[in-house]
């Protein structure tokens, strides 16, 4: 056997090695149900903004707590609190993809990402994703 | 009765939309010319196929140009009533934006890349010589595809690509506000949506050309490859393919990092490089052709690697449409925070791809056993089999990236749809890509001692010594000086840290070396060395950067919430509130908020921010500096973004 193709064969072993090793890295998109049943453990949480209750966040107080209600995709509705400033526009966003992890019933988030509507028709635009 | 609407400029958006489809339509000719003039055996027959291709690409060229500038005088007029204006400009857009508008959407960036395939073809037909037949019907064909994006008609009730002149009343039929002929007059059309803000940045105006720019060139190597493949004239494109190759990848290169430092300025995830899906993307593509160029030269001095060649610039330019498919398909939507959004033209980017990609590999394929390769095996003591090794090790890069910036397509496949990306992603990406960066900066620092064919033994290690043991001494002495003790993810990594270090200054100081011990000083022969110092110094900036940064606005005193505490290996209080004129700690600063300002018309609003060394309040400060961050902030609200521009410009 060539010397070219061992190497080969090693990378290949190697690509395979690290793929299969690392996939459990991978995260999961989920609901509130399913991240309240493993608390503690981090997901991803696709929803919208619950606009009819209330948002909370008073830099005087504390700058790095921001609150919120978010409605998952199975129509459940849970109270978030972020550990960072409140994002400009957040109230027009149309979906929400949050990082975090339940816990007692409130979902506690190190980051979010939204797409905003942009004023015109079905546009949109994701931005501000922040990781903490 | 047909409504006659007032106030609107009809003949600029005609003149785009027929000249868009005479660019369409005429590279379809140029295309079939090209492909006559490889397959003619008859040198007078080919010689004119060959000069009707040319006059079509000239033709299509011609149309792209004044594509773009018809486009560019609707946006810089403010022609409101045209939606592409409408969407991405307004009235109080500096004059420089204006081009960032023209580039942030879908059409317009693809009608730049187009521009750019239409500059390198023309060039491309006055310096090919005997290659330019083969080689231009590749990049016609790519003009067909892209021009197809652009037109915005229906063929076959199938709506083929989008078209950039469309106009707010034919885009929006129903809206009652379109109903009225005066629609012009009302307030609603007079100002645009105007520009996002976080593309409001000088950056914004130069990375997209450049990057596009690169995006353009990496079809000139892959043209190369099919050509030769097309041609069975298996080895004699490799000579005239590296400049060109080389520019490509300085292009794609500087677009890179262009993006990067958009990224560092504009977005607030805190720094140059997240992994972000479109960021990856474009970085793939970039590591391939580097590979590419790699195998070349190997081939070159030594006849190996010619298969591998093949395949890299192949594959750089199938990654380009990959990425292409990725950041315009609107598939990345919940996973990348600057993709484009869907315009409903993933089916056509998927043709796109196959259309290239499926001849290509399928071409390779079968003529592979006729690719010629020497009998005799590399050396291990050759430059050739390293300069492969390294190749594979970027190819391995580049599959890891890719195989992980697509989960947004696995999730696609039955079974996978709840698939999302890390929880943290920098760090998934870091811990495997910093072994790539050991191995690739230790092969940068060495391989240039080793010789072509074969190297005598005992031979390098006498020269290595040197720079091994200066490149030892530099890194316990950065180690130890400069205090590099990133432990947040435990001491492993910081192993890994510590080995990077020493692999990226040995790349920087092997090459400075060889540029006296092997090339004797001779600059003109020293473009690698200077080339790979260079990538060391990006590596050893790389490391240094993400190592030593360092939050100094944590918030310590707040609201305990006991829960993101140190052994969860996160600190989201991040955030540290600066009332007016009062100093706050913040790390070895004391910083005081002073003051801001703002004017009418211009939506940001400037602070100035004062900082001052000190170990208690009273003390006299060591240093003494101010910073003058600005943010655009939402005159509604009023909400400022505290201390976050403060703490991106002082990550380090």
């Given at each position: 056997m060539k010397k070219t193709n061992i190497v080969l064969l090693v990378m290949i072993a190697a690509c395979v090695a690290a793929l299969v090793m690392t996939i459990g890295d991978f995260g999961t998109y989920e609901t509130f149900a399913t991240a309240s049943a493993k608390e503690g453990k981090m997901y991803h949480v696709v929803g919208a903004l619950d606009t009819t209750k209330e948002m909370h966040y008073d830099a005087q107080k504390d700058a790095n707590h921001f609150t919120f209600y978010m409605k998952d995709k199975s129509g459940e509705i849970r109270k978030v609190i972020y550990n960072g400033t409140r994002p400009t526009d957040f109230d027009k966003s149309t979906e929400l993809v949050l990082t975090g992890k339940m816990k007692n019933g409130e979902f506690y988030c190190n980051k979010i990402l939204m797409k905003c509507p942009s004023k015109y028709k079905d546009q949109q635009t994701a931005s501000s994703g922040r990781s903490v | 009765m047909e409504t006659k609407f007032v106030g609107e400029h009809l003949l600029p958006g005609q003149i785009g939309h027929l000249f868009a489809i005479v660019a369409f339509v005429a590279s379809i000719p140029a295309t079939v010319s090209y492909a006559c003039a490889v397959r003619a055996k008859d040198v007078a027959v080919s010689d004119s196929w060959r000069k009707l291709g040319r006059w079509g690409y000239y033709v299509q060229s011609a149309s792209v140009l004044v594509v773009f500038c018809t486009l560019y005088y609707i946006i810089s007029n403010h022609l409101f009533e045209y939606k592409y204006a409408f969407q991405h400009s307004s009235r109080?857009?500096?004059?420089?934006?204006l081009l960032a508008c023209f580039w942030e959407g879908q059409e317009g960036s693809f009608l730049l890349w187009s521009f750019w395939h239409s500059v390198l073809g023309v060039i491309l037909t006055f310096t090919t010589?005997?290659?330019e037949a083969p080689v231009m019907a590749v990049i016609s064909l790519a003009q067909v595809c892209l021009g197809s994006m652009l037109i915005g008609i229906y063929i076959l009730n199938y709506h083929v690509g989008s078209d950039p002149f469309i106009l707010m009343r034919l885009e929006n039929?129903?809206?009652?506000?379109?109903?009225?002929?005066?629609?012009?007059?009302?307030d609603f059309m007079k100002?645009?949506?105007?520009?996002n803000i976080l593309l409001q940045n000088y950056w914004m105006v130069i990375h997209p050309p450049v990057l596009f720019m690169g995006f353009a060139c990496t079809i000139i190597p892959f043209a190369y490859a099919v050509a030769g493949l097309w041609t069975k004239d298996f080895g004699g494109w490799i000579k005239p393919a590296l400049p060109r190759a080389l520019f490509g990848t300085m292009m794609l290169g500087t677009g890179i990092m262009m993006g990067a430092a958009w990224a560092y300025e504009s977005l607030t995830f805190g720094g140059y490089w997240a992994w972000d899906p479109v960021e990856n993307a474009s970085l793939v593509p970039w590591l391939t052709m580097v590979a590419g160029i790699h195998t070349l030269l190997a081939y070159k001095s030594s006849g190996h690697a010619l298969k591998s060649t093949f395949f890299f610039f192949i594959i750089t330019f199938v990654l380009i449409l990959y990425s292409t498919f990725l950041t315009r398909s609107g598939i990345l939507g919940q996973t990348s925070v600057h993709a484009f959004t869907d315009l409903g033209m993933s089916g056509q980017l998927l043709v796109f791809m196959g259309i290239f990609t499926i001849p290509a590999i399928w071409m390779l394929i079968r003529y592979s056993k006729e690719i010629p390769s020497p009998k005799r095996e590399e050396s291990t003591y050759s430059r050739e089999f390293w300069l492969f090794v390294g190749s594979l090790v970027l190819l391995v890069a580049a599959i890891q990236i890719t195989y992980a910036t697509s989960i947004p397509v696995w999730q696609k496949i039955p079974g996978l749809e709840k698939l999302a990306p890390p929880t943290e992603p920098e760090f998934y990406y870091n811990k495997i890509q910093i072994w790539v960066a050991i191995v690739l900066g230790l092969l940068t620092g060495l391989i240039q001692f080793l010789k072509w064919k074969d190297t005598p033994r005992g031979t390098v290690l006498k020269k290595l010594l040197l720079p091994l043991g200066f490149s030892l001494v530099a890194t316990v002495a950065i180690i130890v000086f400069g205090k590099v003790d990133y432990n947040k993810y435990g001491p492993g990594f910081l192993v890994a840290i510590y080995m990077m270090l020493f692999a990226s200054i040995f790349a920087i100081v092997g090459n400075f070396t060889y540029i006296f011990?092997?090339?004797?000083?001779k600059l003109k022969a020293a473009g690698a060395s200077i080339a790979h110092i260079g990538f060391g110094m990006v590596l050893l900036g790389v490391l240094i950067s993400s190592s030593k940064m360092q939050v100094l606005s944590l918030d310590k005193a707040g609201i305990p919430d006991g829960y993101f505490n140190e052994e969860s290996k996160q600190n989201s209080r991040e955030n540290l509130m600066l009332p007016k004129g009062m100093p706050i700690q913040m790390g070895p600063y004391y910083v005081t908020y002073e003051g801001d300002s703002s004017a009418v018309g211009d939506p940001k609003s400037y602070y100035v921010v004062r900082y001052e060394r000190k170990p208690n309040r009273e003390a006299v400060p060591t240093e003494r500096f101010t910073l003058y961050p600005d943010a655009f902030t939402n005159a509604k609200g009023g909400r400022h973004d505290y201390a976050e521009p403060c703490f991106q410009a002082l990550s380090y």
């Open positions: - | 109080s857009l500096p004059m420089n934006y010589k005997k290659w039929v129903g809206a009652p506000i379109f109903q009225s002929a005066n629609y012009m007059q009302m100002d645009g949506n105007g520009l011990s092997g090339l004797k000083g």
